[in-house]
């Protein structure tokens, strides 16, 4: 027997809902009233347009190294920054970095220019997830870390810190606190 679906059509196939496709109403979906928060917006903008920047590194040329700094202290202080953030949320995050990374392990013929591209996929993700309210902080994390990475030993850096970050959030995450 055939499934039976109100007004004849699968969900998926009945086109937009009344209001102009914006949800029921036609309200801006997600927000109970249908109006858009214009101050995290400006705020959000305004985390964009930061030149902040991640120094990955000590030394120079050959005889550069990882700084520690960026797994023990730096990460503690980005995990206390994204306290407020799901764990669930920065790991849809992180899942994409750890992907990546693989991809450059296995793959030796990939360009710096698509290493920049996925940096600023990144940002870009993160700056949607800044305007559907989730913590400024996160978005200033992938601004600076899009600024900061160049070439593929840049990104491998980003991913140790990130993994660090990820680490010291569980620790930090108010949603893990307890009582």
């Known amino acids: 027997m055939m499934q039976q679906y109100r007004g004849g059509r699968p969900p998926f196939q009945q086109g937009p809902r009344a209001g102009g496709g914006l949800g029921y109403g036609g309200q801006h979906p997600g927000r109970p009233d249908g109006s858009r928060n214009e101050l995290i917006d400006n705020e959000i903008a305004k985390a964009l347009q ?42 849809r ?9 693989q991809r450059l ?11 920049e591209a996925q940096a600023a996929y990144l940002k870009a993700s993160a700056a949607y997830a800044g305007a559907r309210k989730q913590p400024k902080a996160l978005v200033e994390f992938f601004v600076a870390a899009t600024n900061s990475i160049k070439k593929r030993e840049d ?24 009582d």
């Open 50 to 91: 930061s030149d902040a920047k991640l120094e990955f590194w000590t030394g120079e040329g050959e005889r550069k190294t990882l700084r520690a700094e960026l797994l023990d202290k730096k990460a503690q202080e980005t995990a206390q920054k994204l306290r407020d953030l799901p764990t669930t949320q920065l790991r």
């Open 93 to 101: 995050f992180y899942a994409p970095v750890v992907a990546f990374r």
């Open 105 to 115: 392990r296995l793959d030796r013929n990939i360009s710096d220019a698509e290493v």
């Open 155 to 178: 990104f491998e850096a980003f991913a140790r810190h990130f993994e660090a970050v990820v680490a010291f959030h569980k620790v930090y995450a108010v949603e893990n606190k307890r």
